[in-house]
């Protein structure tokens, strides 16, 4: 479990693509503070730590993962959005992340905001799947590349989210550009509320 508030980004430092599966090789400021079996957002993205050498540490994408997410488009070099899972005593400073990306969007716009900057993502319009909760709402929650945020202006397929300086310098917002593909995660809560609404 996370909170969408992003650590720091860290670095690709080596990919390397067998079978179905990539591992990737990160380093990164708390590397010495990570254990084998731990759990590690990226991009949104909850992966086991599996190796831990030379101030690098190495987790595992299956195929599942890589058909779902940005993950399979990483190259070395590349930053990633990281968090390690949330200590339940402490402040939940975003929202309830899970770590299970549920689809990619699309930048399709960027606009400044008077110090701050609009951006502006697109995703599938499928009404099945918006039935089952994967819909933004106005005021709502989204997680974007593991990064808690806040919705604006949502249609049936695409939300806008205002990025603070601070947001774009810490994370890999900073290079985000139109055309770039993100890792979404919808609000969990919205999806049990569209649950329930079966039920009905």
């Given at each position: 479990?996370?909170?969408g508030?992003?650590?720091e980004f860290?670095?690709?430092?080596?990919?390397?693509?067998y079978g179905?599966?990539?591992?990737?090789t990160?380093?990164c400021?708390f590397?010495?503070?990570l254990?084998?079996?731990q759990?590690?957002?990226h991009?949104?993205?909850c992966l086991t730590?599996?190796?831990?050498?030379?101030?690098t540490y190495?987790?595992?994408?299956?195929?599942e993962?890589?058909d779902r997410?940005?993950?399979?488009?990483?190259e070395?070099?590349?930053k990633?959005?990281v968090?390690r899972?949330?200590?339940?005593?402490?402040r939940l400073?975003g929202h309830?992340?899970?770590?299970?990306?549920?689809?990619?969007a699309?930048?399709?716009?960027?606009r400044?905001a008077d110090?701050?900057t609009?951006?502006?993502?697109?995703?599938?319009?499928?009404?099945?799947?918006a039935?089952r909760?994967?819909?933004t709402?106005d005021?709502?929650s989204?997680?974007v590349?593991?990064?808690?945020?806040?919705?604006?202006?949502p249609?049936?397929?695409?939300?806008?989210?205002?990025?603070?300086?601070?947001?774009?310098e810490?994370t890999?917002?900073?290079d985000?550009?139109?055309?770039t593909?993100?890792?979404i995660?919808?609000?969990?809560?919205g999806k049990?509320i569209?649950r329930?609404?079966?039920?009905?």
């Amino acid at each position: 479990m996370f909170s969408g508030i992003v650590e720091e980004f860290a670095t690709v430092t080596n990919i390397h693509r067998y079978g179905g599966n990539i591992d990737f090789t990160l380093t990164c400021s708390f590397v010495n503070e990570l254990k084998i079996d731990q759990s590690v957002s990226h991009n949104g993205v909850c992966l086991t730590v599996v190796e831990i050498k030379d101030n690098t540490y190495t987790v595992t994408a299956m195929k599942e993962t890589l058909d779902r997410t940005n993950l399979s488009l990483l190259e070395v070099g590349d930053k990633v959005n990281v968090e390690r899972s949330m200590i339940m005593n402490g402040r939940l400073d975003g929202h309830i992340v899970q770590g299970h990306v549920d689809e990619t969007a699309k930048c399709i716009d960027l606009r400044d905001a008077d110090g701050s900057t609009y951006f502006t993502f697109e995703y599938k319009n499928n009404k099945e799947m918006a039935q089952r909760g994967y819909f933004t709402v106005d005021k709502g929650s989204v997680t974007v590349n593991g990064v808690s945020l806040t919705v604006c202006e949502p249609t049936d397929n695409t939300f806008t989210v205002a990025i603070i300086p601070y947001t774009r310098e810490n994370t890999n917002f900073c290079d985000i550009q139109v055309g770039t593909v993100v890792n979404i995660e919808f609000d969990i809560l919205g999806k049990y509320i569209a649950r329930l609404k079966h039920f009905d």
